[in-house]
C-alpha cells in the first residue's frame, strides 16, 4: 500500500515563499508519474504540476513561472516550491503518485 504525507504548508503574505514536500513509501512507485493538485472550497480539484519518472516537468499554465516541482528519489520526496505566491494561490494542495493521494495541506495567502 502505498502513503503518501504531504507537509510544508502554511500561513504566508503576498509575495512570499513556501515550499511543499511530500513524502513516498510502501510500495514501488518507481515508475509512477507524480502529481500535485488544489482545491479551492466550492470547486473541483485543479492540477498544479506533474514530473515523470523520467524528471521531466509540466505545469498547469498559470503555475509554470512561478512554481517549481522536484523529486528527491533517494529521499522518496517530493517538493513544490512556490515562489511569488498571490491570494489566489489559497488552496489545499494534494500530493497523487500512483492513484494515491494524500491528506492535503493548506496554504493560505494573506495581502
Known amino acids: 500500500q502505498l502513503e503518501v504525507v504531504e507537509s510544508g504548508g502554511g500561513s504566508v503574505q503576498t509575495g512570499g515563499s513556501l515550499k511543499l514536500s511530500c513524502v513516498i513509501s510502501?510500495?514501488?512507485?518507481?515508475?509512477?508519474?507524480k502529481f500535485w493538485y488544489r482545491q479551492v472550497p466550492g470547486r473541483g480539484r485543479e492540477f498544479v504540476s506533474t514530473i515523470s519518472s523520467g524528471g521531466t516537468p509540466s505545469y498547469a499554465a498559470f503555475y509554470e513561472d512561478r512554481f517549481t516541482i522536484t523529486q528527491d528519489t533517494a529521499k522518496n520526496t517530493l517538493y513544490l516550491q512556490m515562489d511569488s505566491l498571490e491570494t489566489s494561490a489559497t488552496a489545499l494542495y494534494y500530493c497523487?503518485?500512483?492513484?494515491?493521494w494524500g491528506h492535503g495541506i493548506q496554504v493560505t495567502v494573506s495581502s
Open positions: 497523487v503518485v500512483c492513484n494515491n
Open positions: 510502501g510500495a514501488d512507485f518507481s515508475r509512477c508519474p
